[in-house]
């Protein structure tokens, strides 16, 4: 099975989706299933992980409310409230659903570059493990030192870093970064996504081999065993269409061998997310 561990879906109102502004003018628009659904036949894959965009119970409703009518849905990464004093409850009532594999938080839109290492997030994280869900790190390079702390207190967790923790492609920063997802990857519970990556190149300008080096990273620090591919997909297209964006890492990985291939196309993904 080959599975797009990352995209969204999107039913666009301008108070829903605060992120996107004027310069996302072509995510003003609805993006469901039906959409994704020929977009996943052109690169031969058979379903896709549909994450949060949007902070609010009523999204996870609306991706499991999804996934109940689309099986090319595998699995939902939804949003609760991690910090809330009734986390419990709204973990009891949302993990009831199958398809419910993972939580995300948009960590890198807090104020506080601190967020994750707070006490009441912490506490609601560590109650993850009894639901049995995962947990996607939303974050900036920047938070990579204090992901490498949080982890650390939740060895048993699983975790995915979403984007490669968006390094500074744009600008051909690459030092920090590698040294820092290289500390992030000595846990063994962290995982990696290999999406996100052409919209922190230039978005009109990028060629493939941009990501070469970056790739050439992760897959040494990840190994072979805990990447996943993704499109990002409808945020993806900024910058190129689906197919293409697709095609960096399913053409990079034409390197490896028969059985490696397979893993980062979908064996990782349907492992990480318990996807049958």
Request: aromatic letters at 10%; glycine letters at 6%.
């Amino acid at each position: 099975m080959r599975i797009d561990s990352h995209q969204h879906f999107i039913d666009y109102r301008a108070e829903d989706y605060p992120w996107i502004g004027e310069q996302q003018s072509v995510l003003i628009q609805r993006f469901l299933p039906s959409d994704l659904k020929p977009l996943l036949q052109s690169v031969a894959f058979d379903g896709a992980i549909a994450v949060q965009a949007r902070q609010t119970l009523k999204e996870t409703e609306w991706l499991l409310l999804l996934a109940d009518q689309h099986d090319l849905i595998k699995g939902v990464v939804g949003w609760i409230d991690l910090c809330s004093p009734d986390v419990r409850q709204q973990l009891e009532t949302y993990s009831k659903h199958p398809k419910l594999r993972g939580v995300r938080h948009v960590i890198h839109d807090e104020p506080d570059d601190d967020f994750m290492l707070r006490e009441p997030f912490i506490r609601g994280l560590k109650l993850l493990g009894e639901y049995g869900l995962t947990y996607d790190l939303l974050i900036f390079e920047k938070h990579l030192p204090n992901a490498v702390k949080l982890v650390e207190q939740l060895p048993e967790q699983p975790f995915v870093v979403d984007h490669l923790a968006k390094p500074r492609i744009r600008e051909g920063s690459i030092t920090e970064w590698s040294r820092n997802i290289k500390a992030l990857a000595a846990k063994q519970n962290v995982y990696c996504k290999l999406s996100g990556m052409v919209t922190e190149a230039d978005i009109t300008e990028w060629n493939p081999g941009q990501f070469t080096t970056y790739l050439d990273v992760v897959f040494e620090a990840f190994g072979p065993d805990r990447l996943m591919i993704g499109s990002d997909w409808p945020v993806c297209l900024l910058s190129r269409d689906y197919q293409s964006v697709m095609n960096i890492v399913i053409q990079y990985v034409d390197q490896l061998s028969p059985e490696n291939r397979e893993k980062v196309l979908g064996g990782n993904c349907a492992r990480f997310y318990g996807v049958e």
